[in-house]
């Protein structure tokens, strides 16, 4: 095998799209399926030889069903129980519950892949953290509100709705990882009124800024924990050969958020140190220009200057996919040029059908790995 593809997508409430394939309402039904031929085109256009996919199916018999129908050509990677907790997926019934991480393998290809099992994954953060994370748990603080005053409330934890995913994965005889993630959403549940340009907006609303730094806190700390996973093997493997893509809920640089109460950088906290070369994760689209780096249209109403082109999606990958002398190479490495967001797909596939058949709020990104 010279090269593989692999694409990263959401494809935004796939489980709902299931239900409504069936519905009793003959319009709901008649949308729906033109939706899922859509998404069926899309992937075929993609072509990918791995896909992982966000906002998948409930559970691993509607999973098999969605993608039978939209991706006939790959085989689907499942632990073999329908028991959430297999999977680390929390509120299996609820909306979020609805969103699972799952990985595709394209047939006829000589790669095969397993999943990696959440124990491990615990046992590793939980050694590298030592002990701070111990049994996919860990301690955070944020504010909250208290009869109208923002108090810090210290005392509570914090764990995925939606377990990182990891695909340990064979490609020609040689062994990788695939980190799948989808990070928790900063969105938050109160209501936005008023002027956000008035200087006492964030003053005068006490409980919107505590749901704010609430959920930036805990997708930080989930960052965190992906991070204890990575340091972990690097410690037992210095040119650990790790794959890490999915949404992220969060993209490069400081939007006004992060600017008013935490000045971070989500995505800079997952890479990693640059003085620690060796453990530093490079970006796919790195070298892809800067107007095409996007996935998302999102019109921020808390800032509505930001550009509305965001990068929620992505793929980063260790050193040993590079050309650093200083680590064992892996078989083989990422492509000059070889990661891009599927906007050519994307706009063919969806370009030709009417709105309701639009495939997904988020545009696939795909990187590939030619041999050395």
């Known amino acids: ?26 319009s709901v039904k008649r949308k729906a399926l033109v939706r899922l031929d859509a998404i069926r085109e899309e992937i075929a256009e993609i072509d990918a030889d791995v896909l992982q996919i966000c906002e998948g199916p409930n559970g691993e018999a509607r999973a098999h069903a969605f993608f039978d129908k939209v991706a006939p050509d790959y085989t689907l990677v499942v632990r073999g129980t329908e028991d959430a907790n297999a999977y680390g997926m929390k509120g299996a019934e609820g909306p979020f519950g609805r969103q699972w991480i799952w990985f595709l393998i394209k047939q006829g290809t000589p790669i095969s892949g397993r999943l990696l099992h959440i124990d491990a994954w615990q046992q590793m953060t939980e050694a590298n953290s030592g002990g701070a994370h111990k049994e996919g748990k860990w301690a955070i603080s944020y504010p909250r509100l208290v009869e109208d005053e923002l108090h810090f409330d ?20 040689h062994f990788c990882e695939v980190i799948g993630l989808h990070l928790k959403s900063k969105h938050t549940g109160t209501a936005i009124e008023g002027d956000v340009n ?10 919107l800024v505590a749901e704010l730094i609430k959920d930036r806190t805990k997708i930080s700390t989930e960052c965190a924990d992906v991070r204890h996973y ?26 006004r958020i992060e600017q008013r109460f935490m000045y971070h950088d989500l995505l800079g906290a997952l890479q990693g140190d640059v003085f620690f070369a060796r453990r530093f994760l490079n ?41 650093n002398p200083r680590v064992v190479p892996f078989a083989f490495k990422a492509k000059r040029g070889g990661g891009k967001v599927e906007h050519e797909v994307h706009h063919r596939v969806t370009g030709q059908r009417p709105k309701y058949a639009m495939t997904s709020d988020h545009r696939p990104i795909s990187m590939v790995f030619e041999r050395r």
């Not at 008035?198 to 409980?207: G, L, M, N, V």
């Not at 037992?236 to 969060?250: E, K, M, Q, V, Y």
């Not at 220009?289 to 929620?312: A, C, M, T, Y």
């Open 230 to 255: 990575i340091e972990q093997r690097f410690e037992a493997d210095a040119s650990a050969p790790i794959i890490i893509t999915g949404d992220l809920n969060d993209g490069p640089g400081k939007e």
């Open 1 to 26: 095998m010279q090269s593989f593809k692999l694409t990263s997508w959401n494809i935004e409430n796939a489980d709902k799209l299931l239900d409504a394939v069936v519905s009793e309402d003959e």
């Open 198 to 207: 008035d200087a006492a907006f964030f003053e005068d609303r006490p409980k």
């Open 283 to 323: 970006h796919a689209l790195f070298d892809v220009e800067e107007d095409e780096r996007w996935s998302v249209h999102f019109q921020d109403k808390l800032d509505p200057g930001r550009n509305p082109h965001i990068l929620l999606d992505h793929i980063l990958f260790t050193q040993s996919f590079t050309g």
């Open 154 to 173: 210290v005392e509570n934890q914090h764990s995925y709705w939606r377990h990182p995913q990891v695909l340990l994965l064979e490609v020609d005889g």
